[in-house]
């Protein structure tokens, strides 16, 4: 029996093995802190869609005071998509701004700035409503399904904020 | 009893040998496997390097005094000090070792800084098909191209008013994302969490639109209609008595919780 090497084996296999261990490990601390460090480029655009769904002309001045100041709050040069989707009950907004010229003035200095107002073509469709029926909308702007279209955005990276 | 027979034959499987290690067997069970490994010495040197790499793991992640884990339940050990001591020190710089070397291939793989964007380079073109989709006019085919970049869309539906005009558009709204989803050859999850105001969508004798809501569960699999049970539970305290739900759907301990937990874990949330 050669007693003498055999207790030193074990030893040795432990200090390789934690060794590989460890190295394994510090590599996998590594590439976890890589992955969880990233931060996005300055120069990505900060993508947001409002969701209106209710037919509530107060909430509707509020939400549409709400994004000016989002606009007025983003450091001058700061890349801002936004877009506002007005779905079910919600599409009241346009058809309000056909007749009211406050909601109108106020909608139309947002399309000013870039923010676009889509329309759901489901909600049209069920409320028999035309695009005429609605403050200046586009055949590009109604989009088939409200909710697959907030899903699509939200994939794509939007941030979604429903007021 | 020798070896080659236990070897063969009445060898403990790893397993059970894991789990003798990790103290997991019953007193009585526990003496025979400690039996059975004493008859071999083979086993026995096995059984006591598995329990030392235990401990050196152990020792890795707390601060245990490590006196004890080389102490004297194994004679092949040294014991003491000196035995432990090297195998911690080289797995230090070991640690330190692995750490720099991993980040250096990552960094050099792309995954900091500079080479940030194409890693992410997918979502960019997805997003550049969103901004194209924008002046594509009508809009309906440019979705397809854009949901592409990913397999299923988990979409969590959250509603909590009791309008019954609102609850109706829900349910079109939810077979339009279905008929959209597979136009484009997309998988989709829905769940739809009801709590608050709009618990009728879902209760037994108060349901607006209880066939709708158990042919859509049956159309579509991969519909969840869940409901809150602590607004359940409010509700049965108010009437005096215990307050069903449809048989399609399902409890959820709460609907805000849900709503929270399924965001964190990379769901699609839309309030309607």
Redesign the interface.
């Known amino acids: 029996m050669n007693r003498g090497t055999?207790?030193l084996r074990?030893?040795w296999?432990?200090?390789v093995?934690?060794?590989?261990?460890?190295?394994?490990?510090?590599?996998?601390?590594?590439?976890l802190f890589?992955?969880v460090?990233?931060?996005p480029?300055a120069d990505e655009p900060l993508?947001v869609v409002y969701?209106i769904?209710t037919d509530d002309p107060e909430l509707h001045l509020n939400a549409l005071r709400n994004l000016q100041n989002h606009i007025d709050g983003t450091p001058a040069g700061a890349p801002l998509e936004i877009k506002v989707l007005t779905h079910?009950?919600g599409i009241s907004l346009l058809q309000h701004a056909r007749t009211d010229p406050d909601l109108r003035s106020t909608v139309n200095t947002l399309r000013l700035q870039d923010v676009?107002f889509l329309v759901c073509g489901?909600?049209m469709e069920?409320r028999g409503l035309e695009r005429e029926d609605l403050h200046e909308v586009a055949?590009?702007d109604?989009?088939?399904?409200?909710?697959?279209?907030?899903?699509?955005?939200?994939?794509?990276?939007y941030t979604?904020i429903?007021p | 009893m020798s070896n080659e027979r236990l070897s063969a034959k009445n060898r403990p499987s790893e397993e059970i040998l894991n789990a003798f290690v990790d103290g997991e067997f019953s007193p009585e069970d526990r003496l025979y496997t400690l039996k059975t490994i004493a008859s071999s010495e083979h086993l026995s040197?096995e059984v006591?390097?598995m329990h030392?790499?235990k401990e050196?793991?152990n020792m890795?992640y707390e601060d245990v005094p490590a006196g004890r884990a080389s102490g004297g339940r194994c004679r092949?050990?040294?014991g003491g000090r000196s035995?432990w001591f090297?195998?911690v020190a080289?797995?230090?710089l070991?640690?330190?070792?692995?750490?720099?070397?991993?980040?250096e291939?990552?960094?050099d793989a792309g995954?900091?800084g500079d080479n940030?964007?194409a890693?992410t380079g997918q979502?960019a073109g997805?997003?550049a098909q969103?901004a194209a989709s924008?002046?594509?006019?009508?809009?309906?085919a440019a979705?397809q191209q854009?949901?592409s970049?990913?397999k299923t869309?988990q979409?969590l539906?959250h509603i909590n008013e009791g309008?019954k005009?609102?609850m109706a558009?829900l349910l079109?709204?939810?077979e339009?994302?279905y008929r959209?989803?597979a136009s484009v050859g997309r998988d989709l999850d829905v769940q739809v969490v009801v709590h608050n105001n709009a618990m009728d969508l879902l209760r037994a004798d108060s349901a607006p639109y209880p066939e709708r809501v158990a042919s859509m569960a049956q159309d579509y699999p991969t519909l969840r209609f869940t409901a809150c049970a602590q607004t359940l539970n409010r509700l049965a305290r108010e009437e005096g008595r215990s307050v069903d739900i449809l048989p399609q759907a399902e409890l959820i301990d709460s609907g805000v919780a849900e709503a929270a937990r399924r965001q964190a874990e990379g769901w699609?949330?839309?309030?309607?």
């Open positions: 055999r207790a074990p030893g296999h432990l200090l093995g934690a060794f590989l261990l460890m190295l394994a490990a510090g590599a996998a601390t590594a590439l890589g992955t460090a990233e931060a480029a993508r969701h769904n079910g009950s676009r489901n909600t069920s055949e590009k109604v989009v088939p399904s409200g909710l697959a279209e907030l899903t699509r955005l939200q994939r794509a990276g979604y429903k | 040197r006591c390097d030392q790499l050196l793991v890795a092949l050990s040294r035995a090297p195998s080289a797995g230090v070991a640690l330190v070792v692995g750490s720099l070397g991993g980040y291939v990552t960094r995954f900091f940030h964007s890693a979502d997805a997003l969103v924008d002046e594509a006019p009508g809009g309906a979705p854009v949901f970049a990913t869309d979409v539906l309008d005009r609102a558009e079109d709204d939810i339009s994302m959209e989803a699609i949330y839309i309030k309607v």
